[in-house]
């Protein structure tokens, strides 16, 4: 009678492991990949070289840089436990900054896989740094704005200003 127990000296033992390794780090490295694509685009809309997003340290200056926090920001980051207020922070400011509310910010931090990909290739718009801390959502428009005089002319231009209507 032969004995069928697992002994962990054979070759089937270690086989086994490493198609256990494997099987998990495909995944992995999966949504790895599909993570930096879309950050690789997210930061090309802000005007940020792509390539950023794959440097380790070098990613989290870029994206302060996106949202205009100072960059010793990034000796913070590797601070236990104040790091992850900072990060945290920092997700909110990015989506602040392409027009997104707190929701979406809970989206980068829990399924970074789905929402860089899509800030990175949907149709927002980089609306500067902070966005909603600089004064709203949308672009600050300073010719209809309440507390500006609309009487603004072009100093490159001879031509008078169009009548306001």
Do not use: H
């Not at 780090?25 to 940020?48: H, Q, R």
Request: charged share 10%; aromatic share 14%.
């Amino acid at each position: 009678m032969q004995n069928y127990d697992l002994d962990s000296s054979s070759g089937g033992f270690a086989a086994a492991i490493m198609a256990m390794i494997l099987a998990a780090l495909i995944p992995i490295l999966i949504v790895a990949v599909i993570t930096i694509v879309g950050k690789w685009k997210v930061y090309e809309k802000a005007g940020k070289p792509g390539w950023a997003a794959l440097i380790p340290v070098y990613t989290w200056i870029v994206m302060l840089e996106i949202v205009g926090k100072p960059v010793w920001w990034v000796i913070l980051f590797f601070i236990p436990c104040v790091n992850i207020v900072f990060i945290i922070w920092t997700l909110n400011l990015v989506s602040k900054s392409f027009g997104q509310s707190e929701g979406f910010t809970i989206g980068l931090i829990l399924l970074s896989f789905i929402f860089w990909p899509i800030l990175g290739f949907g149709s927002y718009q980089y609306l500067g740094p902070s966005a909603a801390e600089a004064g709203g959502l949308r672009p600050r428009d300073p010719f209809n704005s309440p507390n500006v005089n609309n009487n603004y002319q072009d100093p490159f231009s001879n031509n008078p200003p169009p009548p306001q209507a």
